[in-house]
């Protein structure tokens, strides 16, 4: 089979490299439906383990954290700790998985001059299926627990905020994916690096600690904190985004987005070489 970018060549640069995108779509729908199904092959239980193992930490986590951070209900604490696992667990995921995401695809690389976004977007368009599955028992359980928000224009947002997190994480799949073969010490210290940033998190830390004047310097560092807010505020109290978060949501999409695009123009194919 010919390639098809032949034909593509003679347009500028951004135009052919579009149509390649248009052009290759389905492959990255195929790609996403085989990580899913590769995810949760020959489980008994499928897809729940979407729900199950968020639910099943944050419940784990709850029995000793919520005595000592004397959280007033255990049941609203595993609420609060599963909301945010939802979001880290993607957050997370985006960037360890992202890491091996060309190496994994080196097979179709090296054989085609497909378009790296196709590999590089895989990651973080499965985990958004599988956050989403997460969010149905996170409804489930604010139902069960008598905590589900009231209704109202806020909820809006919850959708929009699926939205913006993909477009945060994309950029950050890009640039691991790129770091990924090139420096192959990278995964641990990224690793050391995600548990700092969890435990300056408010996945399971209660946020008014993050209010003191002596932290809120990590706000503006840690983007995790921000997304944690743009989730909870609609889904779990109810309320509107504050422009700070939106703001910092936004200056920390356009600069990872900024560094995507200059390593992937600095990297070109180059990067198969590592493979």
């Not at 909301?83 to 179709?108: A, H, K, P």
């Given at each position: 089979m010919?390639y098809?970018?032949?034909?593509?060549?003679?347009?500028?640069?951004?135009?052919?490299?579009?149509?390649?995108?248009?052009?290759?779509?389905?492959?990255?729908?195929?790609?996403?439906?085989?990580?899913?199904?590769?995810?949760?092959?020959?489980?008994?239980?499928?897809?729940?383990?979407?729900?199950?193992?968020?639910?099943?930490?944050?419940?784990?986590?709850?029995?000793?954290?919520?005595?000592?951070?004397?959280?007033?209900?255990f049941?609203?604490?595993?609420v609060?700790?599963?909301?945010?696992?939802?979001?880290?667990?993607?957050?997370?995921?985006?960037?360890?998985?992202?890491?091996?995401?060309?190496?994994?695809?080196?097979?179709?690389?090296?054989?085609?001059?497909i378009?790296?976004?196709?590999?590089?977007?895989?990651?973080?368009?499965?985990?958004?299926v599988?956050?989403?599955?997460?969010?149905?028992g996170?409804?489930?359980?604010?139902?069960?627990?008598?905590?589900?928000?009231?209704?109202?224009?806020?909820?809006?947002?919850?959708?929009?905020?699926?939205?913006?997190?993909?477009?945060?994480?994309?950029?950050?799949?890009?640039?691991?994916?790129?770091?990924?073969?090139?420096?192959?010490?990278?995964?641990?210290?990224?690793?050391?690096?995600?548990?700092?940033?969890?435990?300056?998190?408010?996945?399971?830390?209660?946020?008014?600690?993050?209010?003191?004047?002596?932290?809120?310097?990590?706000?503006?560092?840690?983007?995790?904190?921000?997304?944690?807010?743009?989730?909870?505020?609609?889904?779990?109290?109810?309320?509107?985004?504050?422009?700070?978060?939106?703001?910092?949501?936004a200056?920390?999409?356009?600069?990872?987005?900024?560094?995507?695009?200059?390593?992937?123009?600095?990297?070109?194919?180059?990067?198969?070489?590592?493979?």
């Open positions: 010919s098809t970018n032949y034909s593509t060549r003679s347009l500028p640069f951004p135009v052919s490299y579009f149509v390649d995108l248009v052009r290759y779509r389905h492959l990255a729908w195929n790609l996403v439906g085989s990580d899913l199904r590769s995810r949760f092959r020959r489980s008994h239980l499928g897809i729940l383990w979407a729900v199950l193992q968020p639910l099943g930490f944050s419940l784990i986590i709850a029995v000793v954290w919520s005595q000592v951070f004397k959280a007033d209900s049941m609203t604490f595993t609060y700790v599963y909301s945010g696992m939802l979001v880290w667990e993607y957050f997370s995921q985006c960037i360890v998985i992202g890491l091996d995401s060309l190496m994994s695809s080196r097979g179709y690389l090296k054989q085609a001059r378009p790296f976004l196709i590999f590089q977007v895989r990651v973080p368009l499965s985990g958004l599988v956050m989403a599955c997460g969010m149905i996170l409804v489930v359980l604010m139902v069960a627990v008598g905590q589900f928000p009231p209704l109202g224009l806020h909820l809006l947002l919850v959708p929009l905020f699926m939205g913006m997190l993909l477009l945060l994480v994309i950029p950050l799949s890009i640039i691991f994916s790129i770091i990924g073969p090139s420096f192959r010490d990278a995964r641990y210290i990224i690793a050391l690096a995600l548990q700092a940033v969890f435990f300056l998190s408010p996945v399971m830390l209660d946020r008014a600690v993050l209010h003191s004047p002596s932290l809120s310097l990590l706000q503006y560092i840690n983007p995790v904190i921000s997304l944690l807010d743009l989730f909870r505020n609609p889904m779990l109290h109810g309320l509107l985004w504050s422009s700070q978060d939106v703001a910092i949501w200056c920390w999409t356009a600069g990872l987005w900024a560094i995507a695009l200059w390593t992937t123009v600095r990297t070109g194919r180059k990067i198969i070489f590592a493979l």
